[in-house]
Protein backbone atom coordinates (compact mmCIF):
# COMPACT_ATOMS: atom_id res chain seq x y z
CA UNK A 1 0.00 0.00 0.00
CA UNK A 2 1.52 3.89 -0.81
CA UNK A 3 1.91 6.36 1.80
CA UNK A 4 -1.34 8.27 -0.52
CA UNK A 5 -3.20 5.37 0.37
CA UNK A 6 -2.53 5.16 4.16
CA UNK A 7 -2.85 8.58 4.65
CA UNK A 8 -6.53 8.53 2.57
CA UNK A 9 -7.67 5.55 5.33
CA UNK A 10 -6.35 7.16 8.34
CA UNK A 11 -7.58 10.58 8.22
CA UNK A 12 -10.78 9.14 7.51
CA UNK A 13 -10.62 7.70 10.64
CA UNK A 14 -11.93 9.49 13.46
CA UNK A 15 -10.25 9.71 16.69
CA UNK A 16 -10.16 12.63 19.47
CA UNK A 17 -7.53 12.66 22.13
CA UNK A 18 -9.06 9.89 24.62
CA UNK A 19 -11.28 8.30 22.31
CA UNK A 20 -8.56 6.76 19.40
CA UNK A 21 -9.86 3.53 19.31
CA UNK A 22 -11.29 3.07 16.11
CA UNK A 23 -7.57 4.21 14.56
CA UNK A 24 -5.89 1.55 17.20
CA UNK A 25 -8.40 -1.28 15.26
CA UNK A 26 -6.97 -0.36 11.80
CA UNK A 27 -3.42 -0.14 13.10
CA UNK A 28 -3.62 -3.14 14.32
CA UNK A 29 -4.77 -4.71 11.26
CA UNK A 30 -2.04 -3.16 9.13
CA UNK A 31 0.70 -4.31 11.94
CA UNK A 32 -0.46 -7.89 11.93
CA UNK A 33 1.82 -8.56 8.59
CA UNK A 34 4.52 -6.67 9.50
CA UNK A 35 5.57 -7.26 13.41
CA UNK A 36 6.13 -9.74 15.34
CA UNK A 37 4.25 -8.83 18.68
CA UNK A 38 1.81 -6.55 19.37
CA UNK A 39 -0.01 -5.28 22.06
CA UNK A 40 -1.94 -2.20 23.77
CA UNK A 41 -1.06 -0.63 26.84
CA UNK A 42 -3.47 0.67 29.44
CA UNK A 43 -3.30 4.53 27.91
CA UNK A 44 -4.66 2.59 24.56
CA UNK A 45 -0.78 3.28 22.81
CA UNK A 46 -0.60 0.67 20.36
CA UNK A 47 2.79 -0.76 20.51
CA UNK A 48 4.27 -3.76 17.75
CA UNK A 49 7.86 -5.21 17.80
CA UNK A 50 9.79 -6.42 14.92
CA UNK A 51 12.27 -8.72 16.91
CA UNK A 52 15.63 -9.27 15.88
CA UNK A 53 17.45 -12.82 16.46
CA UNK A 54 20.10 -10.78 17.57
CA UNK A 55 19.91 -10.89 21.61
CA UNK A 56 22.53 -7.91 22.05
CA UNK A 57 21.68 -5.58 19.62
CA UNK A 58 19.33 -3.24 21.71
CA UNK A 59 15.97 -1.47 20.30
CA UNK A 60 14.92 1.51 18.46
CA UNK A 61 11.70 2.92 19.37
CA UNK A 62 9.79 4.70 16.28
CA UNK A 63 6.85 7.19 17.66
CA UNK A 64 3.71 8.84 16.37
CA UNK A 65 0.74 9.94 17.40
CA UNK A 66 -2.68 8.62 16.41
CA UNK A 67 -5.15 11.51 18.18
CA UNK A 68 -6.30 14.73 16.74
CA UNK A 69 -8.30 17.50 17.80
CA UNK A 70 -11.95 17.78 18.68
CA UNK A 71 -14.83 19.09 20.81
CA UNK A 72 -16.80 17.61 23.34
CA UNK A 73 -20.39 18.38 23.96
CA UNK A 74 -20.79 20.32 27.32
CA UNK A 75 -24.28 20.94 27.11
CA UNK A 76 -27.55 21.13 25.16
CA UNK A 77 -29.81 24.15 25.27
CA UNK A 78 -33.49 24.66 24.96
CA UNK A 79 -34.12 24.79 21.14
CA UNK A 80 -31.75 21.47 20.98
CA UNK A 81 -28.30 23.42 19.94
CA UNK A 82 -25.03 20.67 21.31
CA UNK A 83 -22.86 23.60 23.11
CA UNK A 84 -19.13 22.45 23.00
CA UNK A 85 -15.64 22.43 24.66
CA UNK A 86 -12.42 22.24 22.85
CA UNK A 87 -10.46 19.36 23.10
CA UNK A 88 -6.84 20.03 22.09
CA UNK A 89 -5.86 23.40 19.97
CA UNK A 90 -8.52 24.56 17.85
CA UNK A 91 -9.07 28.21 16.97
CA UNK A 92 -12.90 29.42 16.70
CA UNK A 93 -12.24 30.83 14.21
CA UNK A 94 -11.63 28.19 11.94
CA UNK A 95 -14.86 26.32 12.94
CA UNK A 96 -17.79 28.78 11.87
CA UNK A 97 -19.56 27.11 9.05
CA UNK A 98 -17.62 23.71 9.28
CA UNK A 99 -19.77 20.73 9.03
CA UNK A 100 -18.69 18.00 11.51
CA UNK A 101 -19.46 14.66 13.02
CA UNK A 102 -21.06 13.83 16.64
CA UNK A 103 -20.41 10.80 17.44
CA UNK A 104 -22.74 9.31 19.72
CA UNK A 105 -24.84 6.40 19.89
CA UNK A 106 -25.14 6.97 16.19
CA UNK A 107 -22.88 9.01 14.25
CA UNK A 108 -24.80 12.35 13.05
CA UNK A 109 -23.98 15.12 10.68
CA UNK A 110 -23.48 18.47 12.54
CA UNK A 111 -22.64 22.05 11.56
CA UNK A 112 -21.29 24.66 13.39
CA UNK A 113 -23.21 27.64 13.45
CA UNK A 114 -22.97 31.66 14.60
CA UNK A 115 -24.80 34.63 14.59
CA UNK A 116 -24.74 35.65 11.00
CA UNK A 117 -23.10 39.21 10.31
CA UNK A 118 -25.82 41.31 9.30
CA UNK A 119 -27.41 41.02 12.61
CA UNK A 120 -24.07 41.69 14.37
CA UNK A 121 -23.69 44.67 16.67
CA UNK A 122 -20.47 46.82 15.57
CA UNK A 123 -18.40 45.51 18.13
CA UNK A 124 -19.50 41.77 18.23
CA UNK A 125 -18.36 41.85 14.10
CA UNK A 126 -14.81 43.31 15.39
CA UNK A 127 -14.33 40.52 17.96
CA UNK A 128 -13.22 36.82 17.54
CA UNK A 129 -16.01 34.70 18.84
CA UNK A 130 -15.27 32.40 21.63
CA UNK A 131 -16.52 29.07 22.66
CA UNK A 132 -19.21 30.62 24.35
CA UNK A 133 -20.88 31.37 21.29
CA UNK A 134 -20.07 28.87 19.30
CA UNK A 135 -23.08 25.55 18.65
CA UNK A 136 -23.25 22.42 16.67
CA UNK A 137 -26.59 22.59 15.15
CA UNK A 138 -27.45 18.53 14.08
CA UNK A 139 -31.55 19.59 13.69
CA UNK A 140 -32.78 18.09 16.35
CA UNK A 141 -35.48 19.08 19.52
CA UNK A 142 -33.75 19.21 22.65
CA UNK A 143 -35.81 16.29 23.85
CA UNK A 144 -34.24 14.28 20.81
CA UNK A 145 -30.68 15.64 21.12
CA UNK A 146 -30.74 14.93 25.03
CA UNK A 147 -32.09 10.90 23.96
CA UNK A 148 -29.41 10.13 20.92
CA UNK A 149 -26.74 12.51 21.75
CA UNK A 150 -25.40 12.04 25.67
CA UNK A 151 -23.08 15.28 27.09
CA UNK A 152 -19.47 14.13 26.49
CA UNK A 153 -20.10 12.77 22.94
CA UNK A 154 -16.94 14.10 20.75
CA UNK A 155 -16.91 16.12 17.48
CA UNK A 156 -14.92 15.91 14.91
CA UNK A 157 -14.04 16.96 11.66
CA UNK A 158 -16.11 16.09 8.44
CA UNK A 159 -14.44 15.57 5.24
CA UNK A 160 -12.19 12.97 3.33
CA UNK A 161 -8.99 13.17 1.95
CA UNK A 162 -8.55 15.64 -1.40
CA UNK A 163 -5.91 15.05 -3.92
CA UNK A 164 -4.41 18.50 -5.48
CA UNK A 165 -2.59 19.10 -7.72
CA UNK A 166 1.72 18.65 -7.86
CA UNK A 167 1.27 15.88 -5.49
CA UNK A 168 -0.20 17.20 -2.84
CA UNK A 169 -3.25 15.72 -0.30
CA UNK A 170 -5.24 18.11 2.04
CA UNK A 171 -7.37 16.50 4.84
CA UNK A 172 -8.45 16.07 8.74
CA UNK A 173 -5.43 15.22 11.08
CA UNK A 174 -2.70 14.56 9.21
CA UNK A 175 -1.48 15.90 12.52
CA UNK A 176 -0.18 13.18 13.13
CA UNK A 177 -1.46 10.51 10.69
CA UNK A 178 0.75 11.11 7.60
CA UNK A 179 3.50 10.72 10.36
CA UNK A 180 1.99 7.36 11.03
CA UNK A 181 1.80 6.88 7.17
CA UNK A 182 5.34 7.12 6.87
CA UNK A 183 6.47 4.73 10.01
CA UNK A 184 3.78 1.98 7.59
CA UNK A 185 5.84 2.48 4.43
CA UNK A 186 9.48 2.54 6.03
CA UNK A 187 8.15 -0.88 8.14
CA UNK A 188 7.10 -2.14 5.05
CA UNK A 189 10.63 -1.54 2.55
CA UNK A 190 12.23 -2.86 6.02
CA UNK A 191 9.95 -6.21 6.14
CA UNK A 192 12.84 -8.50 4.30
CA UNK A 193 15.92 -7.08 6.12
CA UNK A 194 17.32 -8.46 9.12
CA UNK A 195 17.77 -6.13 11.39
CA UNK A 196 20.17 -6.59 14.19
CA UNK A 197 18.43 -5.01 17.10
CA UNK A 198 14.37 -5.15 18.24
CA UNK A 199 12.71 -2.46 16.19
CA UNK A 200 9.73 -1.00 18.34
CA UNK A 201 6.83 0.79 16.69
CA UNK A 202 4.37 3.37 18.86
CA UNK A 203 0.95 4.57 17.62
CA UNK A 204 0.68 6.76 20.96
CA UNK A 205 -2.81 8.69 22.23
CA UNK A 206 -3.31 11.87 23.64
CA UNK A 207 -0.58 14.02 22.42
CA UNK A 208 -2.74 17.09 21.28
CA UNK A 209 -3.74 17.02 24.83
CA UNK A 210 -0.71 16.99 26.96
CA UNK A 211 2.06 14.70 24.88
CA UNK A 212 0.69 11.66 27.46
CA UNK A 213 0.60 8.48 25.51
CA UNK A 214 4.53 8.67 24.24
CA UNK A 215 5.72 9.38 27.87
CA UNK A 216 4.01 6.05 29.24
CA UNK A 217 4.60 4.00 25.86
CA UNK A 218 8.38 5.06 26.06
CA UNK A 219 9.01 4.27 29.96
CA UNK A 220 7.31 0.69 28.36
CA UNK A 221 9.44 0.22 25.79
CA UNK A 222 12.70 1.82 27.55
CA UNK A 223 14.54 1.80 23.87
CA UNK A 224 18.21 2.94 23.93
CA UNK A 225 16.99 5.51 21.80
CA UNK A 226 13.58 6.93 19.91
CA UNK A 227 13.07 8.66 17.09
CA UNK A 228 9.22 10.67 16.96
CA UNK A 229 7.89 11.78 14.12
CA UNK A 230 5.52 14.59 13.58
CA UNK A 231 4.82 17.91 11.66
CA UNK A 232 6.09 21.52 11.27
CA UNK A 233 4.73 24.51 10.32
CA UNK A 234 5.52 25.13 6.16
CA UNK A 235 5.60 28.22 4.15
CA UNK A 236 2.01 29.99 3.05
CA UNK A 237 1.23 33.46 1.66
CA UNK A 238 0.89 34.57 5.54
CA UNK A 239 3.89 33.12 7.10
CA UNK A 240 7.18 32.36 5.67
CA UNK A 241 9.29 33.34 9.11
CA UNK A 242 10.72 29.97 10.98
CA UNK A 243 8.52 27.51 7.93
CA UNK A 244 10.00 25.20 5.80
CA UNK A 245 8.76 24.76 1.78
CA UNK A 246 7.06 21.92 1.02
CA UNK A 247 9.09 19.26 -0.85
CA UNK A 248 11.80 20.16 0.86
CA UNK A 249 12.15 16.38 2.44
CA UNK A 250 12.16 15.31 6.08
CA UNK A 251 12.95 18.64 8.64
CA UNK A 252 15.73 17.30 11.28
CA UNK A 253 15.33 19.42 14.57
CA UNK A 254 18.22 20.49 16.69
CA UNK A 255 18.13 21.83 20.18
CA UNK A 256 18.47 20.71 23.96
CA UNK A 257 15.63 18.30 23.43
CA UNK A 258 17.39 16.24 21.18
CA UNK A 259 20.45 13.82 20.94
CA UNK A 260 23.35 15.45 19.26
CA UNK A 261 25.26 12.31 17.92
CA UNK A 262 21.90 10.61 16.59
CA UNK A 263 21.22 14.13 14.58
CA UNK A 264 25.05 13.94 12.96
CA UNK A 265 24.67 9.92 11.68
CA UNK A 266 21.40 11.01 10.79
CA UNK A 267 22.70 13.72 8.31
CA UNK A 268 25.66 11.98 7.17
CA UNK A 269 23.28 8.85 6.23
CA UNK A 270 21.04 11.54 4.23
CA UNK A 271 24.31 13.56 2.63
CA UNK A 272 25.73 9.83 1.33
CA UNK A 273 21.98 9.13 0.18
CA UNK A 274 21.39 12.61 -1.24
CA UNK A 275 18.29 12.81 0.32
CA UNK A 276 17.39 16.23 0.69
CA UNK A 277 16.41 17.95 4.23
CA UNK A 278 16.33 20.82 6.29
CA UNK A 279 17.33 22.26 9.61
CA UNK A 280 14.71 23.22 12.61
CA UNK A 281 16.18 25.02 16.05
CA UNK A 282 14.12 24.86 18.64
CA UNK A 283 15.43 26.49 22.05
CA UNK A 284 13.54 24.51 24.10
CA UNK A 285 9.51 22.47 24.12
CA UNK A 286 9.84 21.11 20.81
CA UNK A 287 5.89 21.16 21.49
CA UNK A 288 5.85 16.71 20.42
CA UNK A 289 6.33 13.92 21.80
CA UNK A 290 9.78 14.02 21.48
CA UNK A 291 9.60 16.01 24.58
CA UNK A 292 8.00 13.52 26.82
CA UNK A 293 9.94 10.52 25.20
CA UNK A 294 13.27 12.27 26.47
CA UNK A 295 12.49 12.35 29.85
CA UNK A 296 10.73 8.59 30.53
CA UNK A 297 12.60 6.61 32.84
CA UNK A 298 16.35 7.40 33.27
CA UNK A 299 16.15 9.64 30.03
CA UNK A 300 15.92 7.97 26.21
CA UNK A 301 18.17 9.67 23.48
CA UNK A 302 15.42 10.98 21.21
CA UNK A 303 15.67 12.42 17.76
CA UNK A 304 12.39 14.43 15.62
CA UNK A 305 11.76 14.47 12.26
CA UNK A 306 9.33 16.45 11.00
CA UNK A 307 6.96 16.93 7.59
CA UNK A 308 6.09 20.48 6.98
CA UNK A 309 2.32 21.16 6.75
CA UNK A 310 0.01 23.85 6.01
CA UNK A 311 -3.04 24.76 7.87
CA UNK A 312 -2.26 22.90 11.12
CA UNK A 313 -5.27 22.46 13.23
CA UNK A 314 -7.76 22.83 10.79
CA UNK A 315 -9.78 20.70 8.64
CA UNK A 316 -7.87 21.47 5.62
CA UNK A 317 -3.93 20.04 6.70
CA UNK A 318 -2.17 20.08 3.26
CA UNK A 319 1.22 18.78 3.06
CA UNK A 320 3.37 17.12 -0.10
CA UNK A 321 3.20 13.41 -0.22
CA UNK A 322 6.75 13.69 -1.92
CA UNK A 323 8.09 15.03 1.38
CA UNK A 324 6.55 11.25 3.22
CA UNK A 325 8.17 9.43 0.70
CA UNK A 326 11.80 11.36 1.03
CA UNK A 327 11.69 11.16 5.06
CA UNK A 328 10.13 7.28 4.90
CA UNK A 329 13.60 6.90 2.79
CA UNK A 330 15.38 8.46 4.91
CA UNK A 331 14.16 6.93 7.87
CA UNK A 332 14.45 3.41 6.19
CA UNK A 333 18.36 4.01 5.26
CA UNK A 334 18.85 5.05 8.81
CA UNK A 335 17.78 2.05 9.93
CA UNK A 336 19.78 0.16 7.58
CA UNK A 337 22.95 1.80 8.56
CA UNK A 338 23.90 0.61 12.17
CA UNK A 339 23.96 -2.78 13.57
CA UNK A 340 23.96 -2.23 16.72
CA UNK A 341 21.77 0.69 18.45
CA UNK A 342 25.57 2.16 20.16
CA UNK A 343 27.25 2.46 17.03
CA UNK A 344 24.47 5.23 16.20
CA UNK A 345 25.14 7.31 19.56
CA UNK A 346 28.71 7.50 19.52
Keep these: MSIEKYIKNLTHISGVSGFEHDVSDYIISEFNSL ?19 NAGGGSVMLEAHIDEIGLIVSGIDENGFLLVAPIGGIDCRILYGNTVNVHAKNKYVGVVGAKPPHVMTEDEYSKVLGFDSLYVDVGMTKEQATELIP ?29 LSVILDCIKKLSDVELDYNLYVCACVQEEVGLRGSLTAAYGVNPDFAIAIDVTHATTPDESKGTFKCGCGPVVCVGPNIHPSLVERFRGVLDNKGIPYEIEVEGGNTGTDAWSIQTAREGIPTMLLSLPLKYMHTPIETLSIDDCNKTSSALCEFLKSFKRTEDALC
Design 35 to 53: FDDIHTDAMGNVIACKKSK
Design 151 to 179: VGSVITFMGDALKLKNGYMSAKCMDDRAS
